[in-house]
């Protein structure tokens, strides 16, 4: 079964500054997609960013990039001038294989101090 | 404006009664999608169905029921069976885009409290 792994519970990060988010996940598929989302307080889930596992280019929306390394299983979310409205739980999401469930990380908790 | 709504936001009931949870979308989506968020956890998947009159238990199905009678909604039946009923529950659809990607677009969610 596939596993998503966010091993940092809470992140905080002065605004203007980066931070950059982890997320490991664990699969024996070779096609797959990855995904962020944000969950603000208002707990409305919103898709960040996606990532398909046979492009080798990152992803980037905007102030928002990721460093995919697909042999490591790594997915890290960088976030580049945080933002007061970037505060938010992300989680980390894998989608793979002939279904078109998602897997969730637990989710890190993203403070952004003034 | 075309999204998902989930009613109503929050939720009470008493312990030993069922409780249903409604999802409507209308992007013409066809796959549709319940998960259940607790504290300290991701979200795990209750049922998903992918076509109207089909759906398939998710990681945690057992005490939950649904039905996908119209391609617009997808009810979810929190019954008395389910241990733990207190929670967090996001729908969510999705169609086919780019490359294949199905992502996948979330309701505003429904707070549930049992007691």
């Known amino acids: 079964a596939q596993t998503v792994t966010q091993s940092q519970p809470e992140m905080s990060v002065q605004e203007a500054e980066t931070v950059t988010l982890s997320c490991t996940y664990d699969?024996?598929?070779?096609?797959?997609?990855l995904f962020w989302y944000k969950q603000p307080p208002s707990r409305q889930m919103i898709l960040v960013i996606r990532?398909?596992?046979?492009?080798?280019q990152n992803a980037t929306e905007n102030r928002f990039s990721v460093n995919f390394q697909k042999a490591a299983k790594s997915f890290s979310l960088k976030i580049s001038d945080s933002q007061l409205g970037d505060a938010a739980m992300y989680f980390c999401?894998?989608?793979?294989?002939?279904?078109?469930?998602?897997?969730f990380g637990k989710g890190t908790l993203l403070t952004v101090n003034p | 404006d075309g999204g998902i709504t989930q009613s109503p936001k929050y939720l009470f009931r008493k312990e030993g009664q069922n409780v249903t949870l409604s999802c409507e979308q209308n992007?013409?989506?066809?796959?549709m999608y319940w998960y259940r968020q607790d504290p300290g956890q991701g979200l795990r998947l209750i049922y998903y169905?992918?076509?109207?009159?089909?759906?398939q238990k998710g990681d945690i199905a057992e005490g939950y029921s649904v039905s996908r009678e119209k391609k617009e909604s997808f009810p979810l039946t929190v019954t008395s069976a389910q241990k733990n009923p207190t929670a967090f529950y996001l729908c969510?659809?999705?169609?086919?885009?780019?490359?294949?990607?199905?992502?996948?677009?979330f309701g505003p969610g429904t707070r549930l409290t049992v007691t």
């Open positions: 169905s992918q076509i109207v009159n089909d759906f």
């Open positions: 969510a659809s999705s169609i086919e885009g780019v490359a294949g990607i199905y992502e996948q677009y």
């Open positions: 992007l013409n989506h066809d796959a």
């Open positions: 999401a894998y989608s793979g294989g002939s279904n078109y469930k998602l897997t």
């Open positions: 990532q398909e596992a046979y492009k080798q």
């Open positions: 699969t024996s598929e070779s096609d797959y997609y």
